[in-house]
């Protein structure tokens, strides 16, 4: 049933709550995961300047340091828990507005599942949904498996 997974993640206590439910799912279905980390360049342009930017949005992750850091961080972690559990994963890296990249990654790349959290690393809990998931749920019409923080405390 599900083949193609998309984990974004912003190596958030919520993203990563997701990651676990959905590593249950891709075991279960023998599916292969894509773990997804979107640089953010609206966000960026402030503090890095244009042309940092534009290097992003071109895929140049090089010289982003601290960035770039971030990034593998969180995608190299669900790639471990991934092989631990003997689930085939791949590690990618965007630039761009966050759920746009996350809606077009899904369609090019015919994901069937995309699993991510209620919330993320500015985790404004007294909103139900994060603005990015609520954005990807408005902007796809691929499956979409929401795991909200409010799960762990239970
Ligand atoms: P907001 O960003 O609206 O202030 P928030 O940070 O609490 O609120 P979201 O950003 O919507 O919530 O995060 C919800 C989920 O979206 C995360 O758990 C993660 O799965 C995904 N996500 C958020 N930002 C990114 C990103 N830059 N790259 C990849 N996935 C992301
Ligand atoms: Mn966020």
Redesign the pocket.
Known sequence: MYERIL????G?K??EL?VEEALDVAEKFDAEVHT?????TDAAEVSLGTEQVERIRQGRFGEMDELEARARKATEHVAELARDRGVVVEEHFRGGR?HK??ADFAEDEEIDLIV??????????R?L??????R?LRSTHRSVLVVDEREAES
Do not use: C, F, K
């Open positions: 984990i974004p993640t912003d958030s919520t993203a997701a997804l980390y979107v640089v953010d966050p990249v996350i991510m959290g209620s919330h993320g690393r500015s985790g404004i809990s909103v949904l994060g603005s990015v998931t609520e990807v």
